[in-house]
């Protein structure tokens, strides 16, 4: 008489559905953290642009003995006339408000897909205002 045993390989139902469980909870708590770390990137890249571009007007000012500069950006980030002998290029899709940088006044950058606001919890694309010296101002 033969006896057939049964295999026993492989995974439960039970055990798979643990397994899919613990990956979706790491996914929950994965995901947010990643949206937060690339937001404050996007940030901190603005915050550079800004810096690069009031650098480059102050030092137009003072070569060139003037207090205004006017500032054109490219849908790609290209720098225009005159600022572009300093700085070649900034995020792509961001625009400078006003179109003139002005010596102890203010300019805001946009970013569509950067919050806005002095702590960064406004709308994405509303604006971030900086100082002439491309310093974050919190007015």
């Not at 559905?17 to 990956?23: E, K, L």
């Not at 770390?37 to 137009?60: K, M």
């Not at 003072?62 to 290029?89: F, H, Q, S």
């Amino acid at each position: 008489m033969k006896i057939q045993r049964s295999s026993t390989k492989g995974f439960t139902l039970v055990e798979i559905m643990i397994v899919v469980v613990i990956i979706g909870l790491l996914a929950a708590m994965a995901i947010p953290a990643f949206t937060k770390v690339r937001q404050n990137s996007r940030r901190s890249a603005l915050i550079n642009d800004a810096r690069q571009l009031g650098s480059a007007a102050q030092q137009y000012f003072m070569e060139n003995n003037t207090t205004t500069v006017a500032v054109t950006l490219a849908a790609d980030g290209t720098v225009g006339a005159p600022l572009n002998v300093y700085v070649k290029k900034v995020g792509t899709a961001t625009t400078v408000t006003p179109a003139n940088i002005v010596a102890d006044a203010t300019f805001a950058l946009t970013h569509p897909l950067v919050l806005g606001g002095p702590t960064g919890t406004g709308a994405l694309g509303a604006q971030v205002n900086f100082s002439s010296e491309g310093q974050l101002y919190s007015q």
